[in-house]
């Protein structure tokens, strides 16, 4: 067991105690403080309740567990491949593009999730996890089934530029009342949605989307089918307007409501993220005030 | 064989199309694949199967 002290940087792979080329090992950190540990394989991090910042930069099968308060960066190449156990409560990665198959699977903890840049998902990636709040994908191309199943305290995604919705993404997530999905996208199954609020006629989920025929979304297959209490509306972002009141123009949305049954009415409505200190906040502007979606408190010391 | 069925939903209806064999089915004309399609009884929609299976839960 390799024993870190704070700002020790472990670089090498861990001696193998298994097979040629696959090293396993334990790094145990017991103490606060920044630690970055490079090029491991199937290592195991104990973390007992250190506050920190732990950077791992290389791809393997790891897992981190055991800790509390600590900011756990994980920086691959490009791709997320590691299976993460126990009590992680927060991650944010900007350069990460991929996620692979699994790597939050269960991690019950995990309340915050911040990749900015991720274009692809795999399978069951946040199946029964703790993610919580509305999350944001905007650069998302593609998504594998099974992705958000079972996340209960989900309540939104924006899915960015997705073409298919795979099949059972959110099955099982109870509070998953918002999508945002950029362009048009098939939906695989219905059972993306089973006992999910648009899926429940009596509660109803609402898709924005900018897809430039809005009545497309409620007649096409298997969207059709789901809650008639469904609401599906169109985004178009209008920079302009939010440059002009001198808004940084990044986390808005202007959503332009085109109700398809209704005779065009146009609301204005805002989504905005906010980091102050370690708590990050999300809003929504669409009745004349600010209204506050969700306060986390992010785990670590510098909150990122 | 691609199977059709007509269904209801909240005392809607609807058509069901789906592979009795477990395929994922394609819509004819487009490149949209499905495990199984629920459409208008207007939209008129016909399906074939592929030759990829439908994941398990």
Redesign the interface.
């Given at each position: 067991m390799a024993r870190l002290r704070p700002n020790n940087v472990i670089e090498g792979k861990l001696k193998s105690t298994g097979y040629t080329g696959e090293p396993t090992g334990t790094i145990e950190i017991t103490e606060n403080g920044n630690y970055n540990i490079k090029q491991y394989a199937n290592a195991s991090v104990q973390v007992p309740q250190p506050s920190g910042t732990i950077n791992i930069t290389e791809n393997g099968a790891i897992n981190v567990y055991e800790y509390a308060n600590a900011t756990v960066n994980v920086t691959y190449n490009e791709t997320l491949n590691a299976l993460l156990e126990g009590t992680l409560r927060t991650i944010s990665n900007s350069e990460i593009t991929k996620l692979g198959s699994a790597v939050f699977y269960n991690i019950s903890s995990i309340n915050y999730i911040n990749f900015p840049n991720v274009t692809s998902i795999a399978y069951q990636c946040f199946r029964n996890s703790g993610v919580t709040g509305f999350i944001y994908f905007r650069k998302l191309t593609s998504i594998a089934g099974e992705i958000f199943m079972g996340c209960n305290n989900l309540t939104g995604v924006d899915l960015g530029e997705i073409t298919n919705v795979a099949n059972n993404s959110f099955n099982g997530s109870r509070n998953i009342k918002t999508l945002i999905i950029k362009n048009r996208a098939s939906l695989g199954n219905v059972n993306a949605f089973t006992t999910t609020p648009f899926a429940n006629g009596n509660v109803g989920g609402t898709l924005y989307t900018n897809y430039g025929n809005e009545t497309w979304y409620p007649t096409a297959t298997n969207w059709v089918s789901l809650s008639s209490n469904n609401q599906y509306k169109s985004i178009q972002k209008n920079l302009i307007e939010l440059q002009t009141l001198g808004i940084d123009i990044t986390p808005y949305y202007e959503i332009v409501v085109n109700l398809p049954t209704q005779d065009i009415s146009t609301t204005k409505v805002y989504f905005k993220e906010t980091l102050v200190e370690n708590e990050y906040q999300q809003w929504f502007y669409g009745s004349g005030e600010w209204e506050q979606l969700s306060n986390i408190h992010l785990g670590g010391n510098n909150g990122s | 064989m691609v199977v059709k069925e007509n269904i209801k939903?909240?005392d809607?209806d609807?058509v069901k199309h789906y592979s009795d064999e477990q395929w994922k089915i394609r819509?004819i004309g487009t490149d949209?694949?499905?495990?199984?399609?629920?459409?208008?009884p207007e939209?008129d929609?016909e399906y074939e199967e592929t030759d990829e299976k439908?994941?398990e839960?």
């Amino acid at each position: 067991m390799a024993r870190l002290r704070p700002n020790n940087v472990i670089e090498g792979k861990l001696k193998s105690t298994g097979y040629t080329g696959e090293p396993t090992g334990t790094i145990e950190i017991t103490e606060n403080g920044n630690y970055n540990i490079k090029q491991y394989a199937n290592a195991s991090v104990q973390v007992p309740q250190p506050s920190g910042t732990i950077n791992i930069t290389e791809n393997g099968a790891i897992n981190v567990y055991e800790y509390a308060n600590a900011t756990v960066n994980v920086t691959y190449n490009e791709t997320l491949n590691a299976l993460l156990e126990g009590t992680l409560r927060t991650i944010s990665n900007s350069e990460i593009t991929k996620l692979g198959s699994a790597v939050f699977y269960n991690i019950s903890s995990i309340n915050y999730i911040n990749f900015p840049n991720v274009t692809s998902i795999a399978y069951q990636c946040f199946r029964n996890s703790g993610v919580t709040g509305f999350i944001y994908f905007r650069k998302l191309t593609s998504i594998a089934g099974e992705i958000f199943m079972g996340c209960n305290n989900l309540t939104g995604v924006d899915l960015g530029e997705i073409t298919n919705v795979a099949n059972n993404s959110f099955n099982g997530s109870r509070n998953i009342k918002t999508l945002i999905i950029k362009n048009r996208a098939s939906l695989g199954n219905v059972n993306a949605f089973t006992t999910t609020p648009f899926a429940n006629g009596n509660v109803g989920g609402t898709l924005y989307t900018n897809y430039g025929n809005e009545t497309w979304y409620p007649t096409a297959t298997n969207w059709v089918s789901l809650s008639s209490n469904n609401q599906y509306k169109s985004i178009q972002k209008n920079l302009i307007e939010l440059q002009t009141l001198g808004i940084d123009i990044t986390p808005y949305y202007e959503i332009v409501v085109n109700l398809p049954t209704q005779d065009i009415s146009t609301t204005k409505v805002y989504f905005k993220e906010t980091l102050v200190e370690n708590e990050y906040q999300q809003w929504f502007y669409g009745s004349g005030e600010w209204e506050q979606l969700s306060n986390i408190h992010l785990g670590g010391n510098n909150g990122s | 064989m691609v199977v059709k069925e007509n269904i209801k939903i909240n005392d809607k209806d609807f058509v069901k199309h789906y592979s009795d064999e477990q395929w994922k089915i394609r819509k004819i004309g487009t490149d949209e694949i499905y495990d199984e399609a629920i459409d208008l009884p207007e939209m008129d929609y016909e399906y074939e199967e592929t030759d990829e299976k439908i994941e398990e839960i």
